[in-house]
């Protein structure tokens, strides 16, 4: 499984949650976590930039929110961009600094109220519930890439959903060229499969570097589409109208951006880039600087158009 770690700044409560680091992609630090086998990505350069909390949100299965002991607008603002994303489970993990009077009052009507409060040692004894894929498509994002000699091209990422097994065709996305998993490895160990939650070195035939450098996924389906319908869900907190501006998203990591449009008297989205269908998508406002907040709220039901 995959946690994010939530916090305004780093330290050592963030520290903790690693027992290695591994690389950081993006400014996304990726490593093992200090829970069962878990891996851990934290956000680097957040709060500065609110697209790092977007793509680290896109691919977790819960978080771990790190409140300071000011309680101030960027503790605000990660518990509502958690509101408004598509994770359902984690836990609130505090110190003696920190005032829960205040929290519970601060996020009471938030999915934050209900995440079980504990200290390091409680950590450590945490087992995570699964959660439900946001497709029923298998996928696995390509984080970096390179050619090995006698190997071929191979890319390294996340396993968001579903599984991934050797020998077995796949596309790359978004440009739906078919290619064959050759070999996997994790953890410097040949493996069968990569499930989902694990970080995962995969090795491609019929696949050059250009190829990956082209594109940002695999997967069993080719199916992206780049204009949709959707419900909007607004945060109450957001005060700006979304017309004709960029709203910064993430899917399984990447980061995309969306604008609102007409078309046939009807609201569109419309993505910089082509994606597959998912349920929802967490949408940011990355032009308004860190201590406004930036949660603009979420699109739901999507259908392509």
């Known amino acids: 499984m995959i946690g994010a770690a939530l916090s305004g700044e780093y330290n050592e409560r963030v520290e903790g949650l690693f027992s290695k680091k591994l690389e950081t992609i993006n400014g996304i630090q990726i490593g093992l976590s200090t829970i069962n086998n878990d891996v ?53 993990l505090i110190d003696e600094s920190t005032d829960t009077d205040r929290m519970d009052t601060l996020f009471k009507s938030l999915k934050i109220s209900e995440f079980r409060k504990v200290d390091n040692l409680g950590l450590r004894n945490l087992k995570p519930d699964k959660v439900d894929s946001l497709t029923s498509n298998s996928y696995a994002s390509i984080d970096k890439y390179f050619l090995v000699r006698g190997i071929g091209a191979v890319m390294i990422g996340f396993v968001i959903n579903g599984e991934i097994r050797r020998n077995q065709r796949y596309y790359l996305l978004p440009s739906g060229r078919q290619v064959s998993v050759k070999n996997i490895q994790i953890m410097d160990e040949d493996k069968e499969s990569a499930k989902r939650g694990e970080y995962a070195g995969i090795a491609l035939n019929n696949a050059g570097e250009k190829d990956l450098a082209e594109n940002y996924g695999l997967s069993d389906s080719c199916e992206v589409y780049d204009k949709f319908t959707a419900s909007f869900d607004p945060c109450k907190f957001y005060s700006r109208s979304v017309d004709g501006i960029d709203m910064t998203s993430a899917f399984n990591g990447r980061e995309i951006s969306l604008k609102k449009a007409k078309e046939d008297g009807r609201d569109i989205y419309i993505s910089s880039e082509k994606i597959p269908l998912t349920n929802s998508l967490l949408l940011m406002d990355s032009s308004i600087g860190r201590g406004k907040n930036r949660v603009i709220g979420k699109l739901k039901d999507l259908k392509p158009v």
């Open 40 to 92: 851990i990505v934290y956000a680097k350069e957040y709060p500065g930039s609110i697209k790092g909390l977007a793509k680290v949100l896109s691919i977790c299965d819960y978080v771990i929110y790190i409140p300071s002991s000011r309680m101030d607008a960027i503790d605000a603002e990660m518990a509502l961009a958690v509101e408004f994303s598509n994770v359902k489970n984690g836990v609130t």
